[in-house]
């Protein structure tokens, strides 16, 4: 058994490939950039490989899936927010065009299973104060609604073709390593930067709430979703809640612990505009009962554990 994961190098990419190597499996990373700095090599090995190519290339992504006998995805790859509202052309290539490439892939070959990462994003206009697996997502932005799209092709794939398709909608994932791109990357760089003893200027305003998940608690939620029998489950995309956090909260948290940290808030009108549009008070209730999901970071302990994290290895974060 081959799993592909896309953007195998990417932040939650990287640390699926590293879980599912501990369970023995066979691993192709597939991103159009090599593992990055923070990334240790060592752990490509001849179970864990990694394939340079671009999802927006149909015949890139029909040889990889071809040529290593894939027979589950993990489809993470994809442009992150502010990159998708700077440029909404790559975004539909990537995000949407790529999404349907992995899934036509995965269907000429018989690939078994599809997860996918949706996003907290797709919820905007209109929205209803606490959010459901099956309220309507009338997104904002560009992200959003490559999203929206990425899970329609899915389940329509699963319709017509009968792929198992699954995957989640997540709120920010905080953790060391995440990049810089996507708007909800304040609420990890607040924790990264003081913990690597250099000061952050914060782009939304200090009121600004945001949902937040602990990377390995957002690890162990992609595989055991993935793992789920698939009569189980009772929907196809769930919504995982997170926990409530205003910019300001995260900044008491991380003084807790570095007291002499330094975080500022500068606010950008625009970007504090678009998260304060996403989803806050998400129901993730579907989750729980169809398979069984539950957090065990509350954000003390995450951003705790985040920061122990860049401690004992600052130099591959700097
Ligand atoms: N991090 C979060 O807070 C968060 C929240 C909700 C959803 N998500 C979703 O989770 C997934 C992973 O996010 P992440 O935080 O690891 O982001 P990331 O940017 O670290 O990883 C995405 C990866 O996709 C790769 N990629 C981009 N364009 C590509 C292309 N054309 N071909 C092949 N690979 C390409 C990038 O090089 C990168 O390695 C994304 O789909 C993202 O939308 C992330």
């Keep these: 058994m081959t799993t592909l994961i896309t953007g195998g190098t990417g932040f ?10 501990e369970k023995g499996k066979e691993v192709i990373l597939f991103d159009i950039f090599p593992p990055r700095k923070y990334q240790d090599l060592s752990e490509l090995t001849p179970e864990v490989k990694f ?25 993470t790859g994809a442009l992150v927010s502010e990159v998708c509202e ?3 052309l790559a975004a539909y290539m ?12 995965a269907n000429i070959f018989n690939v078994k299973k599809l997860t996918f990462i949706s996003s907290i994003a797709t919820y ?6 606490t959010i459901t697996n099956l309220s309507p997502q009338r997104p904002f932005s560009m992200y959003g609604v490559s999203k ?11 319709r017509k073709f009968g792929l198992d398709f699954r995957g989640v909608r997540f709120p920010s994932i905080i953790g060391p390593g995440r990049g810089l791109g996507g708007l909800s990357s304040y609420t990890t760089l607040m924790i990264q930067e003081p913990a690597l003893n250099r ?3 914060v782009f939304v305003s200090e009121d600004t709430v945001c949902p937040v998940l602990y990377y390995k608690d957002a690890i162990r939620c992609l595989i055991e979703l993935h793992d789920a029998p698939s009569d189980l489950l009772k929907s196809r995309m769930y919504c995982i809640a997170g926990e409530l956090l205003t910019g300001a909260e995260i900044s008491d948290i991380v003084k807790r612990t570095i007291p002499d940290a330094k975080i500022f808030f500068k606010p950008d009108p625009e970007k504090t505009r678009i998260v304060k549009s996403w989803a806050q008070k998400i129901d993730e209730s579907a989750a729980i009962k169809d398979w069984s999901w539950k957090r065990k970071f509350n954000a ?8 122990h994290e860049i401690k004992s290895n600052p130099e591959i974060y700097n």
């Excluded at 190519?53 to 489809?75: A, C, Q, T």
């Excluded at 929206?148 to 699963?158: K, T």
């Design 300 to 307: 003390e302990q995450a951003i705790i554990d985040f920061i």
């Design 51 to 75: 394939k340079k190519g671009d999802l927006s290339s149909w015949p890139e992504v029909l040889e990889v899936v071809k040529n290593y006998n894939v027979d589950e995805i993990f489809h």
């Design 148 to 158: 929206v799209c990425g899970e329609l092709l899915g389940e329509y794939f699963g």
């Design 124 to 129: 905007s206009l209109g929205q209803t104060e």
């Design 199 to 201: 000061s952050y200027e």
């Design 12 to 21: 939650i990419g990287w640390n699926i490939a590293r879980t599912l190597k």
């Design 86 to 88: 700077n440029n909404p």
């Design 94 to 105: 990537v995000n949407i065009n790529g999404t349907f490439n992995i899934l036509e892939a």
